[in-house]
C-alpha cells in the first residue's frame, strides 16, 4: 500500500521561486516513475513533470520547462519539484504520484500512476 506525502506549497509573488518534496513509501522497491501533478479550480488536472532517475527519462509539460526542474533522491524515495519564475498560472493544487515502473514518453500522464499524494497547494500573486 503506497504512501506519498508532499510538502513545500505556499504562497509567493510572480517571479519567485518555490520548493515542493515528495516522499513515498510502501511499495516495491526498485524502479519507478515519480510525476507532479498539479489541479486549479474548474481545470483538469495536468501533468507537470516525471522522472525515474534513469539519464534521459524526465519530462515536462512544455508550460513549466525552463522555469521548473524536477530531480530525485533514490536513496530517500523522494521527489523534489523546484519551481523558478512562478507566474499566476502556476496556482493549483499539486500532487505527487507514483508507479511501479520505468517513465516513458507521453508521462506524467495521471491514468497511468496508481499511488497519489493529498497535495500541496501553491498561490502565486501578480
Known amino acids: 500500500q503506497g504512501h506519498v506525502v508532499e510538502s513545500g506549497g505556499g504562497s509567493v509573488q510572480a517571479g519567485g521561486s518555490l520548493r515542493l518534496s515528495c516522499s513515498a513509501s510502501?511499495?516495491?522497491?526498485?524502479?519507478?516513475?515519480m510525476g507532479w501533478f498539479r489541479q486549479a479550480p474548474g481545470k483538469e488536472r495536468e501533468g507537470v513533470a516525471a522522472?525515474?532517475?534513469?539519464?534521459?527519462?524526465?519530462y515536462y509539460t512544455d508550460s513549466v520547462k525552463g522555469r521548473f526542474t524536477i530531480s530525485r533522491d533514490n536513496a530517500k524515495n523522494a521527489l523534489y519539484l523546484q519551481m523558478n519564475s512562478l507566474e499566476p498560472e502556476d496556482t493549483a493544487m499539486y500532487y505527487c504520484?507514483?508507479?511501479?515502473?520505468?517513465?516513458?514518453?507521453?508521462?506524467?500522464?495521471?491514468?497511468?500512476?496508481?499511488?497519489w499524494g493529498q497535495g500541496t497547494q501553491v498561490t502565486v500573486s501578480s
Open positions: 504520484a507514483v508507479r511501479v515502473s520505468y517513465c516513458y514518453p507521453g508521462d506524467p500522464s495521471a491514468g497511468r500512476f496508481v499511488y
Open positions: 522522472g525515474d532517475g534513469t539519464p534521459g527519462r524526465t
Open positions: 510502501g511499495y516495491t522497491s526498485g524502479i519507478n516513475c
